[in-house]
Antibody
């Protein structure tokens, strides 16, 4: 059974750095057909892709947020970590981690965590 | 950077009716297009990938079509549990990136 679970602070202050952890089970982060992304959703708004890490440790980031994001993984712990620097109230959102699956050249998110709401406020 | 647009923003449909949702990419994404359903307070659920392949456990009333820049999600006969927000998502090979559309809300007419 594949599961993903996000963990991290529920409240951060402006200018602080957010660190979120996604703990996965039911698959290996070294599986060549799998990867993990972080995706966020401000209240009442659309989904926004943030960052992705592939099984070979290659990373990709949203162009608009690249300077603030770092994604990494610890395969032995089955964890993917996202850090976002210089948090602002506009970063208030539910943050999801999701597993990507590759079928040929097609990539899609087949399993999602439940999400964690992060509020940025002083 | 590829931009995704969806139309309409809101679609009002009666139960049992057909719903047609559109998604457009600013440049060709071939068939690298997925559709998700999201209900309030829940994580998105994968419906369609590769533009037209239903995910495991998705009812046959959901179908996807299109390639290149124009895609469609069709719900043949809306059930009460289908009222939700639907997002399309593309994957671009280089540089590797994902983009979601702004969503279409399907509500009860």
């Amino acid at each position: 059974q594949v599961t993903l679970k996000e963990s991290g602070p529920v409240l951060v202050k402006p200018t602080e750095t957010l660190t979120l952890t996604c703990t996965v089970s039911g698959f290996s982060l070294s599986n060549a057909r799998m990867g993990v992304s972080w995706i966020r959703q401000p209240p009442g708004k659309a989904l926004e892709w943030l960052a992705h890490i592939f099984s070979n440790d290659e990373k990709s980031y949203s162009t608009s947020l690249k300077s603030r994001l770092t994604i990494s993984k610890d395969t032995s712990k089955s964890q993917v970590v996202l850090t976002m620097t210089n948090m602002d109230p506009v970063d208030t959102a539910t943050y999801y981690c999701a597993r990507s699956r590759r079928d040929g050249y097609v990539f899609y998110f087949d399993y999602w965590g439940q999400g964690t709401l992060v509020t940025v406020s002083s | 950077e590829i931009v995704m647009t969806q139309s309409p923003a809101t679609l009002s449909v009666s139960p049992g009716e057909r719903a047609t949702l559109s998604c457009r990419a600013s440049q060709s994404v071939s068939s690298n297009l997925a559709w998700y359903q999201q209900k309030p307070g829940q994580a998105p659920r994968l419906l369609i990938y590769g533009a037209s392949t239903r995910a495991t456990g998705i009812p046959a009333r959901f179908s996807g079509s299109g390639s290149g820049t124009e895609f469609t999600l069709t719900i043949s006969s809306l059930q009460s549990e289908d009222f939700a927000v639907y997002y399309c998502q593309q994957y671009n090979n280089w540089p590797p990136s994902f983009t979601f559309g702004p969503g279409t809300k399907v509500d009860i007419k």
